[in-house]
């Protein structure tokens, strides 16, 4: 299954009663394995959790720890970027050549890198003295 078919199938299992804005993330890390995710809202908004971090658990659950490639697609008029707490729990695997497409349900993609998404990220050098 390509990552567009992933996060276009696992947004449908969001849960968004509030918003209504469903997302879906897939993630393809190092060993070729597709992990999924999708957005989970809670009555106390800042509850709930993003497509993207439900992708990223799911691949650290299972032992990974390096993205090669990213897919988001979410319903809106123009390509859904990840939000500023997921571009940096995306940089956190990724190298910042990493391609990250953004798409919308009708079908528009953008596609940017990580470096792009977040330039200037914060990393691990900056955690050495």
């Not at 897939?26 to 995710?37: E, F, K, L, P, Q």
């Amino acid at each position: 299954m390509s990552l567009k078919d992933a996060a276009k199938a696992v947004r449908e299992n969001a849960y968004a009663p509030y918003s209504k804005f469903k997302v879906g993330a897939a993630i393809r890390a190092a060993s070729g394995t597709v992990y999924v995710g999708c957005n989970v809202e809670n009555v106390a908004y800042p509850e709930g959790t993003c497509a993207e971090a439900g992708a990223i658990a799911a691949m650290a659950a299972a032992g990974e720890t390096r993205i090669t490639e990213a897919f988001v697609i979410a319903g809106a008029a123009l390509p859904v970027t990840p939000c500023g707490g997921c571009r940096q729990k995306l940089a956190e695997f990724c190298t910042p050549d990493v391609r990250v497409t953004m798409a919308t349900t009708g079908g528009v993609e953008q596609v940017m890198t990580m470096a792009e998404l977040l330039p200037g990220a914060f990393g691990p050098a900056h955690m050495e003295e």
